[in-house]
């Protein structure tokens, strides 16, 4: 049976979320998916569709002189089209949106013969000193990269991804994100051997993923008081725990131990658990 397009988002989406990519929490700019002509980036639904890259059609590909590799599947790109109804009785013109898709290809890694077009910004700020003390006084950290488009942590092989410094417009964001993938990785098995980060194949939106993200966040949100960086990034982070409270349908029990956690997990990353052991 053909899948209809919501089955195809559906099942992308998830696909993106088990990959812990989390699309409604993205302060940063660079690396992205753009559309390769535009160089405009994909908005709402097709940020998770999508993952960091720059897209075209098979036509425009083809029209620019560039061939898609063999073997290469395509993606789908969602839009709304409205459809124009008019009402038997009352004669009124109503209007309908139903979703439609087209394929595309990422140019640099699916096509021969195209060139990117990507002119990056950059943001210009000067560390926070706090913050970099915090992030550099982490004992038993695990390693880092620091690519454009993902902030990650990888738990299988102890390795953070976050974009780096220059893709956020606010400073601040940075290190709410930077300490937010710190936290998940004080789950290793080698530290605080968290569920949420221990086990494997965690499903989205299951309790002990839900809970895993809201001990990051938190824990970030802690990381960032202790930095003293303005309350925006709070303010943000808590928008964030309230999406995750409505999936673990408001339970406070959970929030209450979820906190522990990550006031353990900030504890761990600044140092201080043994001395609140005592
Ligand atoms: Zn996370």
Redesign the pocket.
């Known amino acids: 049976m053909k899948k209809s397009v919501y089955e195809m988002v559906t099942e992308k989406v998830m696909e993106q979320l088990e990959k812990g990519v989390?699309p409604w929490r993205k302060p940063w700019i660079n690396g992205g998916a753009v559309n390769w002509k535009t160089q405009k980036p994909y908005r709402g639904i097709n940020t998770f569709l999508l993952e960091a890259g720059e897209y075209a059609t098979f036509k425009q590909i083809q029209e620019a002189g560039g061939k898609v590799k063999k073997g290469e599947k395509s993606h789908i790109v969602v839009f709304w089209k409205w459809l124009e109804k008019e009402d038997e009785e009352s004669g009124k013109i109503e209007k309908i949106p139903y979703l439609r898709y087209y394929r595309v290809f990422e140019i640099n890694s699916q096509v021969d013969g195209l060139e990117s077009k990507r002119k990056e910004l950059s943001f210009d700020h000067d560390p926070i000193g706090k913050a970099e003390e915090i992030y550099k006084g982490f004992m038993n950290a695990p390693d880092y990269t620091f690519h454009s488009g993902r902030a990650v942590y990888y738990p299988g092989i102890d390795q953070i991804n976050c974009p780096p410094l220059k893709d956020f417009p606010k400073a601040e964001e940075y290190y709410s994100t930077l300490f937010?993938e710190m936290i998940?990785s004080t789950g290793h098995k080698s530290r605080l051997a968290r569920p949420g980060v221990t086990t494997n194949n965690v499903a989205f939106g299951d309790e002990v993923y839900s809970k895993e993200?809201l001990v990051?966040e938190m824990g970030a949100a802690m990381l960032c008081g202790v930095a003293g960086i303005d309350n925006s990034t709070i303010e943000n982070s808590a928008s964030y725990i309230h999406s995750w409270l409505r999936s673990l349908k408001e339970d406070h029990r959970l929030v209450v131990q979820a906190a522990a956690q990550a006031q353990k997990a900030a504890d761990y990353i600044l140092g201080t658990e043994e001395a609140d052991e005592e």
Request: proline residues 0%; negative net charge; charged residues 20%.
């Open positions: 989390v937010h998940h993200e990051a």
